[in-house]
């Protein structure tokens, strides 16, 4: 029987069960938290903190050769193979316009909150080899992503960060005229309230612990603009839509995680409403959950190649 997490995309590092003698190696103090469980299955507790921020700290160093990756503790702490893989999705969206997946610099990404882990742009330019531009509305996160780069100077020139000074804009202030990226990506803000957030964190830690606590313990981190919004993912992703219409020209594909189901319905009428050319939704597998991305673009079909050569 293959032991294989075939939920995984099929390029995914991270398929096979973590080898945690080698993540050890990669991170000694991580040992402290490996335990073999009652199914016999080598394993971590996932609903602590520190003990996830050394399981991705091995990952990345590992999987990636990315050094010294490190993030505060009150930052959100991503589960890297589901992050993995909305990256290799994006390359099989470019494979269909291109023929193949396209590799090197002349694909410009823009992650869109990139937090301060900086996990989308480190996979995306280890896999293919794609710059990246992460920006963020919070300040102390930009420094811990640019810490991060500043561990690892063959990155300098690969991925750049860049303050997205106003909360309530995405692209604007960001895209300047002369830009121009192949894709976008998003993890939006699942949450409309700081109460909706702490009590789907409640239930989240009470599964991974099978207890009945009461206590809201972010075994993942997060900030306030990592995880909640006025409105929630709904609205988050709606100005996102609105805010494409005018950048239609300067980005092929815009993407964006979509967690809800319930949502998806709504921001599909959307972008038929505002007359985007092509859509679809992407089933991804999100640790014990399905997600999904919603893709959109308004560049015609015929005028997409011009889209995979340097200018």
């Known amino acids: 029987m293959s032991t294989e997490k075939s939920s995984l995309h099929t390029r995914n590092l991270h398929r096979n069960p973590y080898d945690f003698d080698l993540l050890i190696s990669c991170v000694p103090e991580l040992k402290q938290y490996v335990f073999v469980n009652v199914h016999g299955t080598t394993t971590i507790n996932f609903s602590i903190p520190k003990a996830v921020k050394l399981l991705n700290k091995a990952l990345i160093l590992h999987f990636y050769n990315v050094m010294n990756w490190d993030i ?22 470019l494979a269909e316009e291109k023929g193949e997946i396209p590799t090197g610099n002349f694909i410009k990404g823009l992650d869109v909150g990139v937090g301060a882990n900086l996990v989308y742009p480190l996979i995306a330019h280890k896999s293919y080899g794609w710059k990246m531009l992460g920006t963020d509305i919070n300040e102390d996160s930009l420094k811990n992503a640019k810490h991060i780069l500043d561990q690892n100077p063959d990155l300098s020139l690969a991925i750049q960060l860049q303050h997205q000074p106003d909360s309530n804009q995405i692209f604007k202030g960001i895209i300047a005229l002369e830009d121009r990226f192949t894709f976008s990506m998003c ?125």
């Open 187 to 311: 993890n939006p803000p699942f949450h409309d309230s700081q109460e909706s957030m702490i009590k789907g964190n409640i239930r989240k830690t009470k599964n991974l612990n099978r207890s009945k606590s009461q206590k809201s313990l972010l075994n993942f981190g997060g900030q306030q603009s990592e995880l909640w919004c006025e409105g929630g993912e709904l609205a988050f992703i709606t100005n996102m839509i609105h805010e494409s219409v005018q950048y239609s020209s300067q980005i092929l594909w815009f993407t964006c995680l979509v967690s809800k189901k319930d949502n998806l319905y709504k921001l599909t009428t959307l972008l038929k409403k505002v007359k985007a050319i092509d859509f679809k939704t992407i089933d991804i597998a999100q640790g014990q959950k399905v997600s999904r991305i919603l893709v959109w673009t308004f560049v015609p079909k015929q005028k997409r190649e011009r889209w995979f050569s340097e200018k």
């Open 72 to 93: 505060p503790d009150s930052n959100l702490c991503p589960p890297i193979p589901g992050r993995a893989d909305y990256v290799h999705y994006i390359a099989d969206l």
